[in-house]
């Protein structure tokens, strides 16, 4: 009788051990890394004016158990992205990447190739580690003529498509065009233009949650 409940008694010990690992399983955080340059790293504003500031805020209100940590840089270019990138992976292990980058690629005229070749390591990387790629598309101004512009906008609908991502189409849409939206730069996103950011980017995101 002894060796019986003995037995028994740890068999029951199992089964709560691995009841409260599940439960613990289940209520732990899952994480979104941000991966940019200044217009994900709040430019010229407080942090918590930033769209991934926001982002992590909305999540909270909504109670849904989702970090977000961001590794953007201002400045950042797909090649010192790349340099970065597989570190700060590894540090975040994310569920989710948003892959914020090239518009400094584009606007300093680099090759788009080149660009393209960054772009789609950084993804390769981040699905290696079982994450989700969200990549937010981007537009340029026409400084080094319309084919340069057109085939660097067409880069992140063809890396999308050959790589399976999520494609966020303009990142700032309806803000580029809006100076009421933007820093007396004409290029980087205010306050209000950082929360048409996230409104931007939510649909794409929300569904991967």
């Not at 942090?47 to 961001?70: D, H, S, T």
């Not at 090239?102 to 981040?126: E, F, P």
């Amino acid at each position: 009788m002894k060796k019986l409940s003995y037995i028994g008694l740890s068999r029951l010990l199992l089964l709560l051990t691995a009841l409260l690992a599940h439960s613990s399983f289940a209520s732990a955080e899952k994480t979104i890394m941000v991966f940019g340059d200044s217009l994900s790293a709040a430019y010229h504003l407080e942090l918590e004016a930033g769209w991934p500031y926001l982002l992590q805020q909305k999540l909270k209100q909504q109670k849904r158990r989702w970090q977000v940590i961001n590794f953007s840089i201002s400045g950042e270019t797909t090649q010192g992205g790349l340099l970065r990138f597989e570190q700060d992976l590894a540090k975040a292990a994310p569920d989710i990447v948003i892959l914020e980058l090239g518009a400094n690629d584009g606007l300093r005229g680099q090759s788009l190739k080149q660009m393209r070749a960054n772009l789609a390591q950084m993804i390769v990387q981040a699905q290696n580690a079982k994450a989700k790629v969200i990549l937010a598309g981007m537009h340029i101004p026409p400084n080094y003529g319309k084919r340069y512009t057109s085939a660097f906008h067409k880069s992140y609908i063809d890396l999308s498509q050959q790589y399976n991502t999520v494609l966020i189409p303009f990142l700032l849409a309806d803000i580029a065009t809006k100076p009421e939206l933007l820093l007396n730069d004409g290029l980087h996103p205010n306050t209000e233009g950082q929360q048409q950011m996230l409104i931007n980017l939510w649909p794409y995101l929300a569904p991967l949650l």
